[in-house]
């Protein structure tokens, strides 16, 4: 199906990159949008300030003849993630922005499972599902309801359509106009090379629903991604890296746009979620022998206490220099403790 066709909104899809190490998934998921059921009118790879991936784009486009249709631009703004989907956005030309990973592959039906929501007017914002791929299956320390540390879908989200607070960067898509009326990504937040960061996405839905009360972000399962996730991604090291990075992503979208009930889905979470998962993995230490229940036990309280303190440092640092020397040197104590650097 076309999209634009009979009433139905035509489509933007955005992919951003920024390495070449991802060059065979990049093409495979550019290759997932083009076999798409809901065609899309435009397909935009942006690259995020690497000459040699623009150069080599543009050759294997020449050479193959694969990516004819797709429209190859290098990131105009800061360097980043958010600074990329910007830079898409501005040459998106459809109804509808839909963004995709460059690590992610695309159901068949994915568009036609989100346009179907842009339906009702009140609909600002709609992601899907983002199923993980380990490279080296998933760790046995590895919980599901922890999968956002490697932005997949977590246990603990709902399992058929509903209202959300904000969508999943790896699987998500926006009117066009929502951009229009409150801007784009912020700059200063999100993913810069291996800086673990993020919330852009949170702080987008977040500023365009606060601006136009009434209206909806939806969160339709249904409409899948399958997200590679390499080995260094399930190591302590990067979980605990990427634990201290959402506290201060956090916290800085609560600087931006006020406490309130912003971060009520974190409460809930924290509060319903995650003990049980606690209470699982220690059931299945003790009643089956299994010590990976014991090691998802212990990996989610101490995931829990780094995104604490990372968000309380985060808050405070401002405030106080010994704060903020005090927190750096904590976060490399974490860093070291748990291996060193985490991998991009």
Known sequence: MPGGAAGWPSVSVVICCFTEARWELLLRGI??????????????????????????LGLYRRLTGALLGVEVVENSGPRGLSGARNTGV?????????????????????????????????????????????ESGRPAHFPEELDWIVGC???????????????????????????????????????????????????LCLRAS??????RVVYEP??????????????????????????????????????GEILGPERRYVRRVLPRAVLAGLRSCTRDGDMGGLA???????????????YLQSLWETSSPQVRVSGSVLYRLIRDTSGGRPSD
């Open 296 to 310: 998802r036990a212990g990996v989610i309280v101490a995931v829990l206490a780094v995104t604490a303190i990372g």
């Open 222 to 259: 249904a409409a899948v991604v399958r997200h590679h996730v390499p080995a260094a991604r399930g190591t302590l090291r990067y979980m605990l890296a990427r634990a201290w990075s959402e506290g201060v992503s956090k916290a800085q979208v609560t600087r931006l746009l006020g406490r």
């Open 90 to 134: 501005k040459a998106a030309t459809g109804d509808i922005v839909a963004f995709l990973d460059d690590d992610a592959e695309a159901a068949p039906d994915w568009l036609a499972r989100l346009v179907l929501f842009y339906d009702d007017p009140d609909v600002l914002a709609v992601g899907g599902r983002v199923e993980p791929v380990w």
């Open 153 to 203: 879908t977590y246990k603990g989200l709902p399992r058929v359509a509903a209202q959300v607070r904000n969508v999943i960067g790896a699987n998500m898509s926006f009117r066009c106009d929502v951009f229009e009326r409150v801007g784009g990504f912020n700059a200063s937040l999100g993913r810069q090379g291996g800086r673990p960061l993020g919330c852009e996405e949170t702080e």
């Open 31 to 56: 290759a997932s949008v083009q076999s798409q059921t809901f065609r899309p009118e435009q397909v935009v790879v942006v690259v995020d300030h690497n000459e040699d991936l623009y150069r080599r």
């Open 210 to 215: 606060i601006g136009a009360p009434g209206t």
